[in-house]
């Protein structure tokens, strides 16, 4: 067992932010079961979770706006205590899941405690609502159609970048994506459209739906994947045309595949049990030195291993085999952008 595969972090580092997250784990659980015992439907418990959320936890709400593409748009900063902001320093750029929002996707991810520990800037953008408006205490999504909305989501990002690169000394080359389900899949989407603002891209549960043909960019881009193969929202084995995906999910490992040949890396994976529970499968040899790598997670469900587990019963259980952003940090800090 490797411990840096794991993402296994010294138990005697201190962290800040871990009373907020248990009490909150714990409340969070309470609302979303007592929405759906009185029968609120699962498109509105995003938003009665985040109003409590909200109210409740200030430290953990939006705190900057950005003007783009004519909407307000709203995001979470984290910046670990002692922070030189003279110091170039990397950034990641995390991505919330369907019907969720900045906040939530910093105690699902746990981002902020690796980030601390290691001394890189986080950032969570906000997606829109269902009306358009990227403000306020409601539910969040990333349109994932390649159309007129994900552009103006695109030059959110990149803008949201440029605005912390400008208060904060973020060293350019050292920009990561990460995102979790929607965001997962979002993340797949940025990456073919600006690979050069990423020095590596990072998923996990993601809803992968776009096709191969919308990635307008063939340009290596390194990328490490983390699925249960016990997800039921985003089936590990792939699934048909749903309510969730009107053109149906890709298997995961045919989505790696394609990963590999975009990054034109040899054909066959290696593979090597990490521990009785993940396995690790890696296309190597590729163009720019960009690996592709999954981590297979038996019998895991729609969750991030590590940060704020969602309910078992909602989607699936957890792990404690692994800190998924410890490892995916390990991953992106050996890859600097390109020359």
């Keep these: 067992m490797r411990e840096r595969e794991l993402g296994r972090a010294d138990p005697n580092a201190g962290t800040t932010s871990a009373p907020i997250r248990r009490s909150w784990s714990t409340r969070r659980k309470l609302v979303i079961g007592a929405a759906l015992v009185v029968g609120v439907p699962m498109v509105l418990i995003g938003a009665l979770v985040g109003g409590f959320y909200a109210v409740f936890y200030p430290d953990t709400r939006a705190n900057g706006t950005l003007e783009s593409g004519g909407r307000l748009r709203e995001y979470l900063l984290h910046v670990p205590e002692g922070h030189d902001p003279t110091l170039p320093v990397p950034l990641v750029v995390s991505l919330h899941g369907a019907m969720q929002w900045p906040g939530a996707q910093m105690e699902t991810s746990g981002w902020n405690d690796v980030a601390d520990r290691h001394g890189f800037l986080v950032v969570y953008p906000s997606g829109l609502n269902m009306r358009g408006k990227g403000t306020g205490m409601s539910p969040k999504v990333w349109f994932m159609e390649p159309d007129a909305i994900m552009t103006a989501d695109l030059d959110f990002i990149a803008a949201l970048i440029d605005t912390v690169a400008a208060r904060y000394a973020v060293d350019s080359t050292r920009v990561y994506l990460s995102g979790f389900s929607n965001g997962g899949g979002m993340a797949f989407g940025v990456s073919c459209r600006m690979p050069e603002r990423f020095a590596a891209v990072g998923t996990v549960a993601a809803a992968q739906i776009w096709s191969w043909d919308d990635c307008g960019d063939s340009t290596p881009v390194p990328m490490v994947a983390f699925h249960g193969t016990a997800d039921r929202l985003v089936p590990y084995g792939g699934a048909g045309p749903s309510a969730l995906a009107p053109g149906g999910f890709p298997s995961v490992s045919s989505w790696v595949e394609g990963w590999a040949q975009r990054n034109r890396c040899a054909p066959e994976p ?21 690996p592709v790598v999954l981590y297979r997670l038996e019998g895991v469900g729609h969750q991030w291993p590590g940060g704020t587990p969602f309910p078992t019963w909602l989607t699936g259980p957890t792990t404690d085999a692994m800190n998924v952003s410890e490892v995916m940090w390990a991953f992106f800090s050996g890859y600097p952008t390109r020359p």
């Design 270 to 290: 290696s593979e090597s049990p990490i521990d009785t529970d993940v396995t690790r499968i890696e296309y190597g040899d590729c163009d720019a030195d960009a």
